[in-house]
């Protein structure tokens, strides 16, 4: 559902300032919609989960925060020394906001 607004870097410098920030504004408007959307969907899922007798349960920050620590000692460490580059990808993956 999240569709990303791509340009390369020889494109962007060619556009004028008031077309990046255009640009950039349209970016930002869809990013707050596709969020709002995709935490809608993330309600419906939960909603089917629980229609149909599964328990739903949510994590706190700091439940999440020790589930990290957990998977950064066990499948992150086991990605990046079975895949390729998997340390990188890692890190781009959680270098993402």
């Given at each position: 559902?999240?569709?990303?607004?791509?340009?390369?870097?020889?494109?962007?410098?060619?556009?004028?300032?008031?077309?990046q920030q255009a640009l950039t504004e349209a970016g930002q408007a869809a990013e707050e919609f596709f969020a709002e959307k995709a935490a809608g969907l993330d309600q419906q899922?939960?909603?089917?989960?629980?229609?149909?007798?599964?328990?739903?349960?949510?994590?706190?920050?700091?439940?999440?925060?020790?589930?990290?620590?957990?998977?950064?000692?066990?499948?992150?460490?086991?990605?990046?020394?079975?895949?390729?580059?998997?340390?990188?990808?890692?890190?781009?993956?959680?270098?993402?906001?």
């Amino acid at each position: 559902m999240y569709e990303p607004i791509l340009i390369s870097e020889q494109s962007w410098q060619e556009l004028d300032e008031s077309q990046q920030q255009a640009l950039t504004e349209a970016g930002q408007a869809a990013e707050e919609f596709f969020a709002e959307k995709a935490a809608g969907l993330d309600q419906q899922m939960v909603d089917v989960f629980e229609e149909n007798g599964v328990e739903v349960v949510s994590m706190s920050e700091e439940d999440y925060n020790a589930w990290l620590e957990v998977a950064k000692q066990s499948a992150y460490q086991n990605f990046a020394e079975d895949v390729p580059d998997g340390q990188a990808l890692i890190d781009a993956a959680l270098a993402v906001d």
